[in-house]
């Protein structure tokens, strides 16, 4: 891809194996610059192998991705940081024995010292990390912990934020917080390429998305035309069509 393509993430004809196991066969799509992009599909359909190609954790054995214009597929994800990838996997993975100021600053490494105003933009975005930056983040709620992985994501400066099932595990009431703020950190201006379950919530949010089924894309488009699909509708919200 040459430095016009308009696309902030390009990934064209990706194709990843587990040894024997073609997990992505061809997968193309892209994220423009200042969008959410949903990535749907049932367990397995290769969500989070993709998300981990595209943050550099997994080499795709052909296919290419590109980042403003720049190849990137087969850097590593230390790299991929400082080009302004960062990806919040499922499952928080906050380091759980640190504070969560200790969590923040970790965060912030590719600096090599916190920037004060970047702490205070993540503890805008997440008040309740403010009155817990002393408290051991193995000790905070699911919910704590999920604002704690995307805020210490926040102290890289990304300008594509990867965010695999923020929503997992987590109260209804939570979820809508979480949602909320990852609208915020987008007006923001950051893009975010958001694999979710919750399918619903998920496409009320994106600008757009794809939905995976083993390994392909079956479906693309605007959230709002994926919500009202009748295969989405079927396969995705667990719907009945009458005809
Ligand atoms: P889920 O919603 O359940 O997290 P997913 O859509 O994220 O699913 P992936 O985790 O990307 O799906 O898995 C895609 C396929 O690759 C599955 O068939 C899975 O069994 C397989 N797979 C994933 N990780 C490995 C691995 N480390 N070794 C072998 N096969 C794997």
Do not use: W
């Amino acid at each position: 891809m040459t430095v016009t393509d308009q696309a902030l993430l390009r990934v064209q004809d990706l194709e990843v194996r587990y040894g024997g196991i073609r997990a992505l066969k061809g997968v193309s799509f892209h994220v423009g610059s200042g969008e959410i992009v949903a990535l749907l599909g049932a367990n397995g359909a290769g969500k989070t192998t993709t998300q981990k190609t595209v943050s550099g954790m997994l080499r795709p054995s052909s296919g290419s991705i590109s980042f403003k214009g720049q190849r990137i597929d087969g850097i590593p994800a230390h790299h991929l940081i400082n080009l302004g990838i960062c990806h919040v996997p499922e499952g928080r993975h906050v380091f759980s024995r640190m504070t969560v100021a200790e969590n923040l600053e970790m965060g912030a490494f590719r600096f090599r010292k916190v920037d004060p105003d970047d702490l205070d933009h993540v503890l805008e975005l997440f008040p309740r990390l403010r009155e817990r930056l002393a408290q051991v983040a193995g000790t905070l709620s699911g919910g704590e912990q999920q604002m704690l992985a995307i805020g210490r994501a926040m102290m890289g400066r990304p300008r594509l934020l990867l965010l695999d099932e923020p929503s997992m595990g987590l109260a209804p009431m939570v979820v809508s917080q979480i949602f909320d703020i990852i609208r915020q950190i987008n007006k923001d201006g950051v893009s975010v390429l958001l694999v979710e379950q919750n399918a619903v919530q998920a496409l009320r949010l994106a600008d757009r998305g794809y939905v995976l089924e083993t390994g392909e894309i079956a479906l693309e488009g605007t959230g709002a035309d994926l919500l009202t699909d009748d295969r989405v509708r079927v396969a995705y919200l667990g719907e009945e069509i009458l005809s």
